[in-house]
């Protein structure tokens, strides 16, 4: 598990105002994902990378955005465009840009009114 | 694009019986199949996948199994503790396709 890290573990933000949420890793990975879960949902996908500089749309990528500046780094901007912003945001990422193995960050709980 | 189905959304068994989940996906293509297990308000955590050159994987308590004609997977978790009780998550992917679908969770209880 550990090499991930998502900051904060908790955020608010009133209604209309972008935010953007934090996620690091040093586990040398090529892909990284960004999935987002609500209250006894599963894991839906927002966006992902298999390599630096270039992202793809995932299920639901209305309203957000990413960036793929650097291997480690992989943050997502929730946009006011986002009907429903609060939710349980993950990152995830896996070795050789395959899906396979994804290991998990340990979340941000976001909180918009 | 894939889509993965997971049965029963719920389960409740009594401490030392055996838990099963199924899952179905429909891409016959798939060839990776993860299962995850969440604890409440923690991260997903991989337990245990399999790949399409297999049949079945163990390790220790925890088993899958995959049929390929009929497409579907199963999580398998004997001798159950309370430790167990949490949601667990099946998913697939394909080899062109560079993501994991996933079903919607089974949440298990382990009764004591």
């Known amino acids: 598990d550990g090499g991930i890290t998502q900051s904060p573990k908790y955020l608010f933000r009133k209604e209309g105002q972008n935010v953007t949420l934090s996620c690091e890793q040093n586990?040398?990975?090529?892909?990284m994902y960004w999935y987002r879960q609500d209250p006894g949902q599963g894991l839906r996908l927002i966006y992902y990378?298999?390599?630096?500089?270039?992202?793809q749309k995932g299920d639901i990528a209305e309203g957000y955005s990413v960036s793929r500046e650097k291997k480690e780094s992989f943050p997502l901007t929730v946009t006011s465009a986002q009907k429903n912003p609060t939710a349980f945001y993950l990152c995830a990422s896996s070795i050789g840009g395959t899906a396979y193995e994804q290991y998990f960050g340990p979340g941000t709980r976001l909180t918009v009114t | 694009g894939e889509n993965v189905e997971q049965h029963p959304s719920t389960l409740s068994v009594q401490e030392g019986d055996s838990a099963v989940i199924k899952c179905t996906y429909s891409d016959s293509a798939s060839n990776y199949f993860p299962w995850y297990k969440q604890e409440l308000g923690k991260r997903p955590q991989l337990i245990i996948d399999?790949?399409?050159?297999?049949g079945e994987k163990k390790d220790q308590r925890i088993a899958v199994t995959l049929n390929k004609t009929a497409k579907h997977f199963s999580l398998h978790i004997t001798e159950t503790q309370p430790e167990d009780s949490a949601v667990y998550f099946c998913?697939?992917?394909?080899?062109?396709?560079?993501?994991?679908?996933f079903g919607a969770g089974t949440t298990v209880t382990v009764r004591a």
């Open positions: 990378s298999q390599i630096v500089n270039d992202f």
């Open positions: 399999i790949r399409s050159n297999v």
């Open positions: 586990l040398n990975h090529d892909a």
């Open positions: 998913a697939a992917s394909s080899p062109n396709d560079y993501k994991l679908s």
